[in-house]
């Protein structure tokens, strides 16, 4: 595999032999701005000259001609009538660059193994048979591709197809420092909102994705900057609450913890909006159409005074003389607004009749905590995590002091004390079973919203004291043990197994630490064939970052190496340095190395 090297967007195309580049990146992490940055630097004369042509096509803009029949030309006519007069682009005598934003959004089917073979640029035909023909290089086999696209969705173009991959990160901790100097321009103010989300583990974390920097600099200018005014919030639920409410006042209105929540346009709004949200997330969809709305029974017409009421929650935008498309400003915020809608629904007895998503289970229940149970069931239940966020801000809104933030949206309180007890133990529970790294350390965060700390603070009583060597961990502590390291501040660039408990047990218990390293240093730690299996798998992933290991005075021997080579021999290890001294290895597991090497 190619070692990780960071590249700027302009650079993306400087490599002459690269036709088509695909740049990964979670929701909001700044890949459209990206796009839109490259065109109008291009558009000023700045960078990328060598292009003649930039066409920028959406996928949610491209579904609105979904249904149609096009050639490229008829089609590149309909999105820019400016080129109407040129008949055929000739990509080897111009330089055309064609740029596919939001893959995740596309609603075409994309058949890349069934749909036909075509090259000419004037043949109509489907928008999807254009475009597999565009990406496979068929149809104008020079012109410049960048598709953009979340993660999850980025298995939809066959990897021949693509010659770069790139990935957007999102702000580094400097970064999100200087986003928050640059956003608030009094120095003092900016100093103290710094902070404020410094003291907050989990919403620096957060901080990474601009999105939410913009919100919580949004929630805290005000905050911090009139009289104090109420508990600053210090978990992610706390602050789109402030900041949903912040939205629904009038800009021209001080912020006052008396809120006109209780207005019923409002909460009318709110529900509509929250139900648009619970039935798409569920879909997958952070971009709709009038035809969504129309299923999940929102007036098409009315959406106009939702959005008036939440124009920095909701967007409506207008395609290129296509029609109308609608968002949430960010999935975040569509996962808050979702969790909102099934708790006041949970909360009014009136779950709505037509829902046939799986949360419709949720709607049968009656007592709160047993509602709270069967939502983060179901959230462990997914393989993506599609519901992390959605369980957070749904055991958030369960507690009190959150409730009383909305309470006039609130028909009557949920009964919370008892109850939050018992769903922090029910989650408690669920570190005994076999949950991935990904969903327990979502499940960590959880807690943090219902405002529990414990499993983490005996953790890092063991880690003070020095006595984790010998403790005889949990497995629910385990997994505190790796929320902790994860969610540090400490450099894991290194991975130093003797620091922990010396056996294959710690190694493969915290795994996901080693993941994140690139120097992994095991000598003297009792490791067996059972850690090589689990070190193959490090070695092999797709993000793999290893470049040095040391496993040497480790009783591997043949068995071990062998599991050792396949990892060596995966196309995705970058694996640099490797020790082997003193590690029981005779003739077949020598011979193995050499093959592997």
């Not at 591709?145 to 010659?163: K, M, S, Y």
């Not at 505190?480 to 003797?498: I, R």
């Not at 470049?547 to 591997?556: A, H, I, R, Y």
């Amino acid at each position: 595999a190619a070692e990780e090297t960071p590249i700027k967007c302009n650079e993306l195309f400087k490599d002459k032999s690269i036709r088509s580049v695909l740049t990964k990146g979670v929701a909001g992490i700044g890949k459209t701005v990206s796009v839109q940055k490259f065109i109008l630097d291009w558009a000023e004369g700045k960078e990328n000259q060598d292009v003649t042509f930039m066409f920028p096509l959406p996928f949610r803009e491209l579904n609105l001609v979904k249904q149609g029949t096009f050639s490229l030309m008829s089609l590149l006519h309909q999105f820019f009538p400016e080129i109407k007069d040129l008949e055929v682009i000739d990509s080897d005598t111009y330089k055309v660059l064609f740029i596919f934003d939001g893959l995740d959004e596309c609603r075409l089917p994309l058949n890349f193994q069934k749909n036909e073979m075509l090259c000419d640029v004037t043949e109509s035909v489907s928008v999807d048979v254009l475009l597999t023909n565009l990406i496979k290089g068929n149809l104008l086999p020079s012109a410049l591709l960048w598709i953009t696209t979340r993660p999850a969705a980025a298995n939809q173009i066959p990897t021949d197809c693509v010659a770069q991959v790139t990935e957007v990160r999102g702000f580094s901790d400097p970064q999100k420092e200087e986003y928050f100097r640059k956003r608030i321009s009094n120095q003092n103010l900016s100093n103290k909102i710094i902070s404020h989300m410094k003291s907050s583990r989990s919403l620096y974390i957060m901080c990474h994705i601009p999105v939410f920097c913009w919100i919580s600099a949004t929630v805290l200018e005000r905050m911090l900057g009139e009289a104090k005014i109420g508990e600053i919030p210090k978990t992610l639920t706390q602050m789109f609450t402030h900041f949903l409410i912040f939205q629904i006042k009038h800009k021209d209105q001080k912020y006052h913890q008396k809120c006109d929540l209780d207005l019923p346009q409002t909460r009318e709004s709110i529900l509509a909006l929250g139900k648009l949200a619970f039935q798409q997330l569920e879909s997958g969809n952070l971009m709709f159409y009038e035809e969504d709305l129309r299923e999940c029974g929102v007036d098409v017409r009315e959406v106009a005074v939702y959005s008036g009421v939440c124009t920095q929650i909701f967007r409506t935008e207008s395609g290129l003389h296509l029609g109308k498309m609608f968002s949430f400003v960010h999935l975040s915020v569509q996962e808050f607004l979702a969790a909102l809608y099934a708790f006041l629904c949970f909360l009014d007895k009136n779950p709505t009749k037509e829902q046939t998503t799986e949360h419709s289970g949720l709607s049968t229940i009656t007592e709160m905590s047993d509602f709270l149970k069967s939502a983060v069931d179901q959230a462990l239940q997914s393989d993506n995590g599609h519901l992390d966020l959605f369980l957070r801000f749904l055991l958030g809104l369960s507690v009190e002091s959150n409730q009383e933030l909305i309470r006039g949206l609130l028909t009557h309180k949920g009964n919370s004390s008892n109850c939050q007890k018992d769903i922090v133990e029910y989650i408690k529970s669920k570190f005994e079973h076999n949950t991935s790294p990904e969903r327990s350390i979502n499940l960590f965060y959880c807690l943090n919203e219902l405002h529990d700390d414990s499993l983490v603070k005996e953790i890092q009583s063991y880690m003070s004291s020095g006595r984790l060597s010998e403790a005889e961990l949990s497995p629910a502590q385990w997994s505190a043990l790796v929320f902790v390291l994860l969610t540090s501040e400490e450099d894991l660039e290194v991975f130093e197994l003797q620091k922990f408990i010396k056996s294959d047990e710690c190694f493969e218990r915290l795994l996901p630490v080693v993941r994140e390293a690139t120097r992994v240093l095991l000598s003297e730690c009792n490791l067996t064939e059972r850690s090589c299996s689990a070190l193959h798998t490090v070695l092999s992933s797709e993000s793999s970052k290893l470049t040095e290991v040391d496993l040497s005075s480790n009783p591997l021997e043949d068995s071990g190496v062998k599991l050792l080579c396949a990892g060596l021999k995966s196309p995705n290890c970058n694996l640099e340095k490797l020790r082997l001294s003193d590690c029981n290895i005779k003739q077949e597991g020598y011979a193995a190395l050499c093959e592997a090497l």
